[in-house]
């Protein structure tokens, strides 16, 4: 039986086969900055450096292909196998990516799924996507099976929020969890709206803090204050409006959208006695980086 979420991301990425594609990979972009700066990459070149090391790399989870692109684009493709997962768009990637060499791609549920026969990876990057099955934890200990002596896994996951914002997200998300497609849709389109009016005014509020709704103290841009503590309004300048709208939409009509903690995520990198190396943690989500220790 086909789940909500599965629906949800079956609809967006055939709906918006390049959604963000040319962003990810255009040097100094928001979405490229944000991509590398939460990982510790400064910048394509320190991606670079960092690849060229690695001989199988894994993207768990790719969508339409965009950040397999980023990976296959900052490394060696004589060198480097990169491999892409996902159960409802790895079509769509591979034909987003059909030209690229020593790329492949599989359907895969890392969930469900035997793994194995994709053999073993020095490098997994799984990031805005455990969040959105059924159970993250064990999602990430089968991505673990597959990581080589030394090889290492980064990850990114929602966070836990501010309580207003969790409460209206989860408000929104419950009106409108059984629509289709285009009638959410409508519904994004408003918030969308919402997000470039705010970010058009481009006015800065200095607010104090007030620890009850965890708001800190400190100068927003207005959309962004909106956005950190209220409700995802998601506008970005550099997309079009329909792109911006179906981010929207990625958000709020999955079911499954779990939150979490550092301490959690630090657990189960601890559980499975990864040594972290690299933590991020933003308004939105948590991004770890840890290493397989040799036996």
Known sequence: MTTNTEKSFSDKWNQNKDLAFTETLREGSD????ILNRNGFKDGND?????????RVLDAGCGNGR???????YSNAKQTKVVGIDLVAAHIAKENLADAENVNFYKKDMLEDDLSDLGKFDFIYCQEVL????NPFQSFSNLVQLLDENGEIAI???????????FVDDYIR????????NAAIEVCQQITELGKTLHDLNLKVNVPAVDVLQIEKGEYDLQRFIYHFFMKCFWNPDLNFDANVAINYDWYHPQNCTRHTLEEVKG?????????NHSFVDYYGITIKGIKKTK
Do not use: C, M, S
């Open 67 to 73: 950040v397999t692109a980023l990976l296959r684009k």
């Open 156 to 166: 990114y996951v929602y966070k836990q929020k501010a309580p207003t914002r969790e």
């Open 131 to 134: 969040h959105h099955t059924k």
């Open 47 to 55: 991606l670079a450096n960092y690849l060229k090391t690695k001989h």
């Open 268 to 276: 189960w990198f601890a559980q499975h006695n990864l040594e972290i």
């Open 31 to 34: 979405i490229f900055n944000w």
């Open 174 to 181: 419950d009106k409108i969890v059984g629509l289709d497609y």
